[in-house]
């Protein structure tokens, strides 16, 4: 008799996660088990329901992935450039989030329930992790002294806000490509972030009688 097929929790969440997207809510779990090559009840050995199952695959992270690249940093590379790093992460981060919370609300699940059973809400991890980050950039010299914590918020919220809108308007609210997005975020917190030495130093060229 054959032994049953093992399979780790990481890949039914994965396996649930496409075909909830590939086929919405409504899709069943005999199609998530078939592609996973097991039973329906040895599914259901590890989730107790589908509702289960589509929360757990979901669910927001209660680590972000993101947080991963800036938890020894900074580094010696330029401030703009590690940035660069973290914002394009972050970029792929919200819009695979926003996905999912789009999904979740197509299903009827209450948002107080996805938010539920953290420790931490997974956005006040990131808040800290990023203000962390930019107080030990501050420490290395590498930007001003500021609010930091207002300033990560600041920093997440200009990739959180586009990602969802686009998953709404099915396009980005700007017009940009992400890549076009992240350039400017990316330029635009590195020159508000820079040491005052840094600032005082950039020429002048703003003629406000234009403006």
């Given at each position: 008799m054959a032994r049953p097929r093992q399979i780790s929790d990481e890949l039914i969440?994965?396996?649930?996660?496409?075909?909830?997207f590939e086929h919405g809510p409504s899709v069943s779990t005999d199609v998530i088990a078939k592609e996973l090559g097991v039973s329906s009840q040895a599914l259901f050995k590890r989730f107790s329901s589908k509702r289960d199952l589509m929360l757990a695959s979901m669910r927001p992270p209660a680590i972000p992935p993101w947080?991963?690249?800036?938890?020894?940093?900074?580094?010696?590379?330029?401030?703009?450039?590690?940035?660069?790093?973290?914002?394009?992460?972050?970029?792929?981060?919200?819009?695979e989030i926003a996905r999912r919370m789009s999904?979740?609300?197509?299903?009827?699940?209450?948002?107080?329930?996805?938010?539920?059973?953290?420790?931490?809400?997974?956005?006040?991890?990131?808040?800290?992790?990023?203000?962390?980050?930019?107080?030990?950039?501050?420490?290395?010299?590498?930007?001003?002294?500021?609010?930091?914590?207002?300033?990560?918020?600041?920093l997440l919220g200009a990739l959180h806000?586009?990602?969802?809108?686009?998953?709404?308007?099915?396009q980005h609210p700007t017009g940009h490509t992400r890549r076009q997005y992240v350039s400017r975020v990316v330029d635009l917190f590195a020159r508000g972030l820079a040491p005052e030495s840094v600032v005082a130093d950039e020429p002048q060229t703003t003629n406000v009688g234009q403006v």
């Open positions: 969440l994965e396996t649930a996660r496409r075909c909830f947080t991963e690249l800036i938890a020894d940093g900074p580094d010696e590379r330029p401030f703009p450039e590690q940035l660069k790093a973290i914002v394009n992460e972050l970029a792929k981060y919200f819009e999904l979740i609300r197509w299903s009827g699940i209450p948002m107080q329930e996805v938010a539920a059973n953290y420790d931490t809400p997974p956005p006040i991890v990131g808040i800290r992790a990023l203000a962390d980050w930019l107080q030990r950039a501050h420490h290395a010299g590498m930007i001003r002294k500021t609010d930091f914590k207002a300033s990560a918020m600041s806000a586009p990602a969802f809108l686009e998953d709404i308007l099915g």
